[in-house]
C-alpha cells in the first residue's frame, strides 16, 4: 500500500505541477464566464439599424410594412428601378425591396437587392413582413376584421409541476443530466489517454524494467491511475470553485432587468408604433417569466444528490476505463496497435453518448433502463437520467453492478498488465491477452 501511495503522489505532483495544467485550471473557467456573459452582450449588442428603401409598383405594402427589430422600412424616391439601384451606395442604405406589380394570390417576382450578400437573418423577417403583409390584404379582400382576428390570439405560458407540489422544468433537467454525462464522456477519454500515454512511454523507453524491480506490477499500475484519477478531482473541483466565482464576480456587474429593458429598447427602430412597442414588451415580459421558471424549477433539483452521484460514476469509471487503457497500452509497442485496441474498450461509452439524445426524449424507456443498468454505459446514461427522478432501487443497482465490473476488469487488467509490461517484439491480438489473464508468474 506504500508504495502504490508513493507512485501515487509522484504521479500526481508531476502533473499539476505542469504549466499546461495550471494554465487550464484558471483558464478555462474564466472561458466559461466570459463565453455565458459575452452570449448576453451580444445579445443586447451594437447591431446597427438597417433601412431598407421599399420600391413598390402596387403603392399600397409600405403602410403594411411595420418596423421591425433593427429594421426600418422607407419609400423609394426613385422614378425607376434602375434609378434607385444607381443611388443605392450614396443613400447608404441597407437594401431595395422591389414588389413588382402582381396578384396577391399568386406573389411572384419580390426582390430584396443589396451591394452585398443580405444576412440569413435579414432576409428571414423581411420575408416575413411580407408574407404578414400579404395576409393582411387577403383578410382585408376577403372581409375579415383583422383586430378581431388578432384577439383571439393567446399565448398559453404552460408550468410543469409535480403532483406532490414541487416544480419541474424539463429543460433544467436536460441541461443538468446532459452537461454531467458530458463532462464524464470526456473525461474519461482524457485522463484515460494519459494512463494509456504514461504506460506505454515507460515501456518503450525501458524505465519500466527498472521500476518493476522495486514495485509489483500491479502496485505500479493503481499507482498510475489513482494519481492521474485524483488530478483529475483536483482540476474537476477547481473549475467549479473558480466558475462560481468568476460568474458571482460578472453578476454582480450586471442587472439583468436593466439587460433586458436595454434589449427591448435596442429591438425597437425608430418610428416604431405603438403596436410594436407592445409587441416587444410582451415578448421581454415572456423571456423574463421563463427564465423566472427555470430558475424555480432548478432550485427544487436535488444538487447534493447529483454531485455525489456525478463523482461516484465519474471515479469508478475512470478507474473501470483506465486499468483496461493501462492494460493495452502496457500489451503492445507501437502506438498503432494501441489504436487497435483502443476501439473495442471506448465503443461502449461512445454508443452511451449517442444515445443520449433518445434517453433524454424517454428517460424511463427500456433502452434508457438497461443502459443506465449495464456497467461500460451506466456512467454517461445515469446522469442523463438521474434529473428526472430515477427509483432509488434502480439508482442503486446501477451504482453495485459497477463496482462489481471495476473489480473484475481490474483484476484482469492487472493480469495482463503485469506480463504485458515485460514483454516485446510479441505480436498481442485478443487470443494472446486470453492466455496472459491465466499466465502464471
Known sequence: MNKILLILGREYWIRVRKRTFLLMTFLTPLL????MFGTIFLIVGTESEKVIEVFDENQVFLKKLSAERKIKFVESKAKTLAEAKKQLPESRNYAILYIPKMDIEK???????????????????????????????????????????????TEVNLQ????????SNSLAAYGIGFFTAFLIYITIFMYGSQVMRGVWEEKSSRIVEVIISSVRPFELMMGKILGIGLVGLTQFGL????????MQIASSFMDTQKVAETQMEQSLPAGSSDEVKEEVKKRTEK??????????????????????????YFLFSYL?????????????????????????????IIVAFVAAQAVLRDPDGSISFWMSIIPLTSPIIMMIRLPFDVPTWQLALSMVLLVLTFVGLTWVAAKIYRVGILM???KVNFKVLAKWVFYKM
Open 160 to 167: 410543469t409541476e409535480k403532483t406532490t407540489g414541487e416544480s
Open 32 to 35: 466559461i464566464a466570459g463565453l
Open 320 to 348: 473501470m476505463y483506465s486499468a483496461m487503457f493501462a492494460a493495452v497500452a502496457a500489451s503492445v509497442d507501437n502506438e498503432t496497435d494501441m489504436q487497435q485496441f483502443m476501439l473495442p474498450i471506448t465503443m461502449p
Open 239 to 246: 473549475w467549479i470553485i473558480l466558475t462560481f466565482g468568476f
Open 287 to 312: 423571456t423574463q417569466n421563463m427564465m423566472s421558471n427555470f430558475n424555480q424549477s432548478f432550485s427544487s433539483i436535488p444538487v447534493t444528490k447529483i454531485i455525489f452521484c456525478f463523482l461516484f
Open 107 to 153: 406573389p411572384a417576382n419580390i426582390k430584396l437587392l443589396a451591394e452585398k450578400n443580405v444576412s440569413v437573418e435579414v432576409e428571414e423577417r423581411v420575408n416575413k413582413k411580407m408574407e404578414n403583409a400579404i395576409r393582411d390584404m387577403k383578410l382585408e379582400k376577403s372581409g375579415i376584421d383583422k383586430a378581431t382576428l388578432d384577439k383571439m390570439k
Open 424 to 426: 516485446h517484439g510479441t
